[in-house]
């Protein structure tokens, strides 16, 4: 009995320090990534001129300074480029162009053919520009104008408009001086280089004809970077997400953001006439879906990007939007609208949740939806790299669309690690012990892959169980709080 406990304690030992080693080789796997982006950067960016910089720069925080609103008995000056009175969402903050934490690659560039290729990426308004005005008749489209138009801004600063997510390092390095060219983090480099098939797979040509079911011979799209030893054939829409990791602001992208920047005040202003009493229940939850995905860019463009879950939830508690009569900050749709629960993902996010008091007046009651949405945390992005992709997301059958989101979430994020566990996100995890216990997971997420996938996860987890007794199949993969969006189509 004593030699069993031992072995038993020692098989425990061995599972926490694989998991440490998981954690760390995903930590010098994205640092590895991010020393790549720069370096590449650096050397396809060059730097202009002082005068060209200074100009805009003041083009770009003239732009989105616009959508700084001072305090309520502050009245807003007009430009030229945005007269738009009366707008209300967002407080005003001081913030100078050097702290935000968008990169600036300001370099000359043929802008000829960076537009031609910014037209044909972007995705055109769902409405005219004259159409827009009277759009907050119908609340639930005009959430879905703002989501549009704010991933285009995205997209266009981003420079993804050259560029497909399935581009690789060598391709980026090709172009000739590509001032607005963006390499997906996830095809710089090979989660596991020590082998393609994980060892515990390599026993029989039965295993390998599971594994041939799924894997496509040339590199696929990894936007988690959990997949590179399986490289699934399918994850959903993912495999056509768009990757935005950094941003750069030239001449054509500030013309083009400019103008929609305009827009989306106008899409903004329009708020304050919707009455979400009126709106049913998957009508709500839709609006609110998209409301939040597109107030938290909106305040990434104005305030800079957040560091920590400290700063970021003090965003979530600036930035606002004025719905019917009442000011919303992106703080009250999540967890007061939307009654999301705090993360258990992100502890210190739940920390800060768990002292702090909403304020519940009677149209938070009349606008949040009925009960919460556990799947909705599958919809909503706060930009950070473990985050789900944003979608649209329409009021017609938005509980089908949910769980396609939370179906093509797992197949994106899971994978397999070269010993044969599987690798888990810290967010699918926290989500999934709601549901089933830890011994259900690997089943309770099969039901969720292809038949191929599912097939390859078992075989590979059940051979680690007959070589370990007790060890826990699969490793938990910590939440990764840099920045980056991944837009679906």
């Known amino acids: 009995m004593e030699l069993l406990a031992s072995i038993n304690a020692l098989e425990i030992t061995i599972a ?10 995903f930590h010098l796997y994205h640092e590895r990534n991010e020393r790549l982006d720069v370096e590449y950067h650096l050397k396809v960016v060059p730097i202009q001129s002082p005068e060209h910089s200074s100009t805009s720069l003041y083009m770009w925080e003239d732009h989105v300074s616009s959508l700084r609103v001072p305090k309520h008995n502050e009245q807003v000056p007009a430009t030229p480029q945005s007269s738009f009175p009366g707008s209300r969402n967002l407080e005003s903050v001081q913030c100078s162009v050097e702290d935000s934490t968008i990169d600036k690659a300001l370099g000359p560039c043929n802008e000829g053919e960076e537009e031609r290729q910014i037209d044909l990426y972007l995705q055109k308004p769902i409405f005219e520009s004259k159409n827009l005005i009277n759009l907050w008749q119908y609340p639930n489209k005009l959430s879905e104008e703002m989501v549009l138009c704010m991933r285009n801004i995205f997209l266009c600063l981003s420079g993804s408009s050259d560029m497909s997510p399935k581009t690789s390092l060598s391709d980026c390095l090709s172009l000739p001086s590509s001032p607005v060219g963006h390499c997906s983090s996830s095809s710089l480099t090979s989660l596991s280089c020590s082998s393609i098939i994980p060892s515990s797979m390599q026993s029989s040509s039965q295993d390998l004809n599971y594994y041939f079911q799924v894997i496509n011979q040339e590199k696929l799209y990894d936007p988690y970077g959990v997949n590179e030893s399986l490289n699934w054939r399918d994850i959903g829409e993912y495999s056509l ?9 030239g001449k054509t992208q500030l013309e083009y953001a400019a103008e929609a920047l305009k827009r989306f005040r106008c899409l903004v202003e329009q708020l304050a006439k919707v009455n979400p009493i009126k709106m049913s229940n998957d009508e709500k939850l839709a609006f609110w879906i998209n409301l939040y995905n ?4 909106h305040a990434y463009l104005a305030y800079g990007v957040s560091r920590s879950d400290v700063k970021l939830f003090s965003l979530m508690q600036k930035a606002c939007y004025t719905v019917g009569v009442q000011s919303f900050s992106a703080a009250d749709i999540e967890f007061v609208l939307l ?6 993902h992100r502890p210190q996010m739940a920390l800060m949740l768990a002292v702090h008091k909403f304020k519940m007046t009677q149209e938070h009651r009349n606008y949040s939806v009925e009960n919460p949405e556990p799947m909705a945390l599958f919809a909503l992005s706060c930009g950070m790299y473990s985050c789900p992709a944003v979608r649209i997301f329409t009021k017609d059958n938005i509980q089908d669309v949910l769980q396609r989101s939370m179906r093509d979430y797992i197949r994106a994020s899971v994978g397999i690690s070269d010993k044969g566990k599987l690798l888990v996100p810290k967010l699918l995890y926290c989500y999934a012990k709601g ?16 038949s191929g996938q599912a097939a390859v996860v078992r075989n590979s987890t059940s051979q680690r169980k007959q070589r370990l007794l007790g060890a826990r199949s699969f490793s938990v993969i910590p939440f990764d709080s840099r920045f980056r969006y991944l837009f679906l189509p």
């Open 339 to 344: 009654k999301m629960k705090p993360p258990a």
């Open 294 to 297: 597109a107030l938290i860019m």
């Open 16 to 25: 926490k320090l694989e998991e440490e080693l998981i954690a760390l080789h």
């Open 435 to 450: 549901v089933v216990e830890d011994s259900l997971l690997v089943d309770w997420i099969c039901r969720y892959l292809t």
């Open 241 to 249: 997400a768009t990757d935005v990791s950094w941003m750069s602001v």
